[in-house]
C-alpha cells in the first residue's frame, strides 16, 4: 500500500511506520479468518499471548454480555463471543497500544461506540451483530494513527478545534487536506479487514454518502453519536456530531426503539465504567 499524502507540511502517512501484528497475533488473525479453524484450535494460539488473552476473558465477563456466570476459560469466550469480535481485539490491541498519553479516553469512547452499535443492531433485529461491534470498536483509529505519525500535526488540529470551536474533523480536513474516516478506510485497507468495514470507517460520519454496505456506515454514525451524548469517554473534542435523520430512516430506527437503546446503553454503561478503561 502506497502513503498518504496530506496537506501539512507535505508530509505523508508512511504505510511502512504503520503497526504490525506480532507473530502470535499473526497467527491467531490468520486462522480466525480461515472458515476451517476450530474454536479449540484458535483458543490454543490466543492462549499463548498474555494480554490478547486477558482482553478476551475481560470482555467476555463485561456487563455488556451480561452472561450470568463468570467465564474463565478462553475456547468458551471464543464460543460466545464469536470469531469477529476476537478478529477486532487482535487489531485494536495493536492499534490502541500506540496512543500516546492523554488519549486513554479514545478507547474508552471507541469501545462506548461497538456497545452502542451492537446495541442498535440488537434492537433493529440486524444480521451479523458482531460485525457491527467491530466497526464500532475501530471507528475512531484514523486519530490513533495522525497522533503517532503526525503528533505536531494533532496539536494543530487540537489547538485550531478549541479557537474555532469546531469538530475534531473539521479541524484535521483544514490542517491535513484529509480527516480520520479516510484515514481509517485507508488503514483498513491496509489490514485486508473486510469491505463493509472499510466503509463503515470511511463513512461514519456521512453514512448516506456510501454506495454500498449503507446500513453498517449508518449505525456507526448513530452509535457514535449516543456514545458522545452519554459522554462514555472522549473522542477528541467536545462537540456531539451532527446527526444525519436519514441514517434514522434508512434502518427503521423509530422513536420508540430509540428510547430502548438510550434505556439499554444508559444501563450498560453505569454498569461497571472500570471494564473499558484500560486498553
Known sequence: MSDLQTSFRDQRILATNLPTLPVVLQEAKRMADDPKTTVTQLAEVIGR???????????????????PRRIASIHNALVLLGFNVVKSLIVSTVIFEHIPK??????RHSMGCSIACSTLGHLLKMENTDELFVAGLLHDIGKVIIAVQLPEALEEIRNLARKEDIAISEAEKRILGIAHPYIGGWLAGHWNLPINLRYALSYHHRPMSARDYTSIAAVVHIGNFLTRLFEFGNGGDSHVPLLDPHAFKHLGLNQQKLG?????LGEKFAQDESTFLSV
Open 49 to 67: 499471548d498474555q494480554v490478547l488473552s486477558g482482553k478476551v476473558l475481560k470482555m467476555v465477563n463485561s456487563p455488556t454480555y451480561g452472561f
Open 260 to 264: 430502548l437503546a438510550l434505556d439499554t
Open 102 to 107: 492523554g488519549m486513554e479516553a479514545l478507547w
